[in-house]
């Protein structure tokens, strides 16, 4: 009996090793990679492209030698912009803050029967092109911007008088005019280091004094002209730096 014992023991101890090794191995598991939250950047020198609408609300005064003889009347010159911006934004956190130069070309172009001499004169505007310098101030969610500008602006103007019977031309001026403005925008980033938005622009230009002057340069009148501009525009920029930041 006690042979028995032993031998079933001896047994035993030779049959465990090799169940142990029949023994699948325990499945190794990959640790899950850490959660990465992709985060928009919007730091970056950019360039663009803009067009849209805009309308210059015009009113004259007749003013011959300083002295005001009366208000003229007012028009809306209206017409299509296009142009183009370049300016450079940095973010620190969720702000995003900016300077901007933009330059359109425009066909803002309106006119009114003379309410001083009605039937016998036409008063018109033009604005051929202008310009806005600003600084910006934005609230960035993710790859949304939403911002709001301001700085100096400036227009090309024409102002130009005609004899309503034949359309001839009495008298014209032109000039560059400064003035202020503010606005507001939004703006997506749509693909790597593209961006699209609207915008809109008021610009508040400063009252100023005009002669026009017949073809052959005489004097023909004296004008005060106040003014301020209306801007919607679609843009679309390009911008460098990394449009994605990993945050963890």
């Given amino acids: 009996m006690k042979k028995f014992l032993l031998a079933t023991v001896a047994l035993m101890a030779f049959a465990a090793p090799a169940a142990a090794a029949d023994l699948a191995a325990r499945p190794y598991t990959k640790a899950p990679p850490p959660m990465i939250a992709a985060v928009y950047d919007w730091s970056g020198f950019y360039i663009g492209a803009n067009g849209g609408w805009g309308s210059s609300h015009n009113c004259w005064d007749q003013v011959p030698g300083g002295i005001l003889l009366g208000s003229d009347g007012c028009h809306d010159a209206s017409g299509g912009v296009a142009g183009g911006q370049i300016g450079y934004r940095w973010q620190s956190g969720t702000w995003v803050f900016g300077l901007e130069a933009q330059g359109d070309w425009a066909d803002l172009k309106g006119s009114n029967n003379s309410a001083i001499f009605p039937g016998l004169f036409t008063n018109q505007t033009k604005i051929d092109a202008f310009g806005l310098f600003t600084g910006q101030i934005g609230y960035a969610v993710n790859n949304v911007l939403l911002y ?5 602006a400036l227009t090309d103007n024409r102002f130009s008088t005609y004899f309503t019977p034949t359309g001839v031309l009495a008298g014209r001026a ?6 202020g403005t503010i606005g507001a925008g939004i703006e997506v980033g749509f693909a790597p280091n593209w961006t699209a938005g609207v915008e809109y622009d008021h610009l508040f230009m400063q009252d100023k004094t005009y002669n026009l ?6 004097l023909f ?4 002209d106040r003014q301020d501009v209306d801007l919607v525009t679609v843009r679309v920029n390009y911008k460098w730096g990394g449009p994605v930041v990993p945050r963890y």
């Fill in 221 to 224: 009148s004296s004008i005060r």
């Fill in 148 to 152: 709001a500008k301001g700085g100096a």
């Fill in 174 to 179: 032109s000039d560059t005019r400064w003035g």
């Fill in 213 to 218: 002057t017949t073809p052959t340069g005489a």
